[in-house]
């Protein structure tokens, strides 16, 4: 069993940045995630990466703005959100799962598989 605890959200106006945090305890041979779910939309995976760190996805959304990343040695999953716009308002969650198709991952994991944390609201506006 993992347990996930976000961290990081808070408001930020557009053009900014934030850096979200991730405590994954026991983590290191899934693969990791963000998730985000905005106000009226579905659940989207916006970043995915293997559990070695040599596979990664993002979303068309924040290609170029967000960075993925993970330290093992400290179990924690990271998501650096540079040039911030009010789209990227929603809530977001870093989750885990054992697999080795990071694009699937990210594109139709259903929150009924692997590991979810329980979400930091992230807003932008000015």
């Not at 995630?33 to 939309?41: C, I």
């Not at 929150?111 to 609201?121: D, K, L, M, N, R």
Request: hydrophobic fraction near 35%; glycine fraction near 12%.
């Amino acid at each position: 069993q993992l347990q996930l605890v976000e961290s990081g959200g808070g408001l930020v106006q557009p053009g900014g940045s934030l850096r979200l945090s991730c405590s994954a305890p026991g983590f290191h041979y899934y693969a990791v995630g963000w998730f985000r779910q905005a106000p009226g939309k579905e659940r989207e995976g916006i970043s995915c990466m293997s559990s070695t760190g040599d596979e990664v996805y993002y979303a068309d959304s924040v290609k170029g703005r967000f960075t993925i990343s993970r330290d093992t040695a400290n179990s924690m999953v990271y998501l650096q959100m540079n040039s911030l716009n009010v789209e990227d308002t929603g809530i977001y969650y870093c989750v885990a799962v054992s697999t080795s198709t990071i694009r699937a991952m990210c594109l139709s994991m259903s929150e009924a598989v692997g590991y979810w944390g329980q979400g930091t609201q992230v807003t932008v506006s000015s």
